[in-house]
Nanobody, 118 residues
């Protein structure tokens, strides 16, 4: 059974920090590109950050560059999103996503709410 379980969401003040975790099970974690997506109120789901299986190639949305850091620990089957200097516009449900193309397979986590408000 494949599972992606996000945790770490919550309420934080503008300028604050939060770390999201995604614990994976049921598949070979090290073979998958891992990503974080988010969907704010009334908005489309958007890619926040992604990291390849080795961790050597990382991409970020322009809106979070310099503030967010994605990382992974293949020994723990976990991907993280460290968020700093949070802004109200970062408020969204954040989703963990796993994908491999050989063969094509992908999985979504259930999401965790992040609210940035004073």
């Amino acid at each position: 059974q494949v599972q992606l379980v996000e945790s770490g969401g919550g309420l934080v003040q503008p300028g604050g920090s939060l770390r999201l975790s995604c614990a994976a099970s049921g598949f070979t974690f090290s073979s998958y590109v891992m990503s974080w997506y988010r969907q704010g109120p009334g908005k489309e789901r958007e890619l926040v950050a992604s990291i390849v299986n080795t961790g050597g190639s990382i991409n970020y949305a322009d809106s979070v560059k310099g503030r967010f850091t994605i990382s992974r620990d293949n020994a723990k089957n976990t991907v993280y999103l460290q968020m700093t200097s949070l802004k109200p516009e970062d408020t969204a449900v954040y989703y963990c996503y796993a994908v491999t193309v050989i063969p094509p397979l992908d999985y979504w986590g259930q999401g965790t709410q992040v609210t940035v408000s004073s």
